[in-house]
């Protein structure tokens, strides 16, 4: 450097400071480059989903927004509570299509551990299909957002007064005030009518306001796979409510990262839970779905926890190509159905895209205080970069 200035110029000339202060901004922006990273993607707090930091699950491609709603027709939206110093809760709702409330489509429900609640999946099970949107809160407000989509099918359908909403509950009691019942039947309704497509609004908002993952701040997550034309062209799409596991149990595409990341350790909580909510546009019945929301347990699975005692988490699927019409003349309609060979890409899309859709819940979660002057602290992205670079990622 020292020879490439004097031979350009010399102290004094007037070619010495031009050529200076490209050298030094030249300098700085090689130091920029290696010393940032992606962490600070688009978010305004610093977060990032896995893929804009290097963290690639699996090989088949994401769809446009690495989101449920990449699946056409489905919608997602949020109302998220965090007010004072300890109310941090709140509403995730997830529409599979405008008309849910007068057309069913083919659904299932699988439980991998039952310790909590998701009501409606009985009902899911025995009939077949779903005919409710989806919402994820908090343990104590089940019964509130229960009521939110009664009074929301009333209100618009007076005449379809037989239908069981589908409400799914984490326990967020550590960082929110879970027994003020702050969430109230009003933010039930408002998460359905905030419901769109589009990209996915992650981490701390809605029903994951107060939620945590491996002794790291989580809460909602997705990913979405398309299958090649080869093979069907399919798009599986994945959300999901993170809350549960342990720290040293973490494991990122098979990295032991709970295990490397020693800062921030998390006191000693209860296990928690994880809600799995999967979308497919592949013409699948219910017993097919059946098989896809049991696939969701190895995505799960290679996150590390093993689903203890204390943990409770449920899987409902559900499949936008088939429409029960609530009426037909003859008492019969025609459906497609995927031939069962075909399954094994669609199982292979739910795994990878449920595990990446838990890492997004962390990655794109925020340090949060709430109840008790409690902290739960974000994953830090830049370590878990330098993590996963150590071991070949």
């Not at 350009?8 to 030094?24: E, I, N, Q, R, W």
């Not at 077949?128 to 994820?136: Q, R, V």
């Not at 027994?179 to 419901?195: C, D, M, P």
Request: charged share 20%; net charge neutral.
């Amino acid at each position: 450097m020292q020879k490439f200035l004097k031979k350009m110029s010399y102290p004094g000339s007037p070619h010495y400071t031009k050529t200076l202060f490209l050298v030094v901004l030249t300098g700085a922006l090689w130091v920029y480059s290696l010393c940032s990273t992606d962490v600070e993607g688009a978010d305004p707090n610093g977060r990032a989903r896995a893929r804009d930091i290097g963290i690639e699950i699996g090989t088949i491609p994401t769809g446009t927004h690495n989101a449920i709603t990449d699946v056409a027709g489905v919608k997602v939206g949020h109302v998220t509570l965090n007010e004072g110093d300890s109310i941090r809760t709140g509403v995730t709702a997830i529409l599979p299509s405008d008309d849910i409330w007068t057309a069913r489509l083919f659904g299932a429900a699988h439980v991998i551990h039952g310790n909590g609640e998701a009501t409606g999946i009985a009902r899911i099970n025995q009939a077949g299909w779903i005919e409710s949107p989806i919402l994820l809160t908090n343990t104590l407000s089940v019964g509130a957002v229960h009521d939110g989509v009664v009074r929301y099918i009333v209100k618009r359908y007076p005449d379809n007064n037989i239908v069981l909403p589908i409400v799914a509950e984490c326990y967020d009691g550590g960082l929110n005030d879970i027994s003020g019942l702050h969430v109230t039947a009003q933010h039930a309704i408002e998460a359905i009518e905030n419901a769109t497509d589009g990209p996915v609004t992650e981490g701390s908002v809605g029903g994951g306001t107060g939620m945590r993952c491996y002794g790291f701040k989580a809460g909602i997550g997705t990913a979405s796979r398309v299958l090649s034309e080869e093979r069907g062209g399919w798009t599986v799409g994945v959300l999901v409510n993170s809350n549960g596991g342990r720290r040293s149990q973490l494991r990122i595409d098979g990295i032991p990262v709970g295990k490397e990341i020693t800062g921030s350790p998390p006191k000693l909580g209860r296990d928690g839970s994880f809600i799995i909510v999967i979308a497919t546009d592949a013409p699948l019945t219910h017993r097919q779905l059946k098989q896809l929301a049991m696939r969701a347990t190895h995505g799960l699975a290679r996150t590390g926890t093993p689903s203890t005692d204390g943990s409770g988490e449920f899987v409902i699927a559900f499949s936008t190509a088939n429409i029960f019409p609530s009426r037909t003349e003859t008492g019969t309609f025609q459906i497609q159905m995927l031939v069962n060979g075909r399954l094994n890409s669609l199982f292979q899309a739910v795994i990878e895209a449920t595990e990446e859709a838990i890492v997004n819940s962390m990655t794109m979660a925020t340090t949060t205080t709430g109840r008790n002057d409690r902290t739960m602290y974000a994953i830090p992205l830049a370590e878990l970069q330098k993590v996963m670079k150590a071991h070949g990622h």
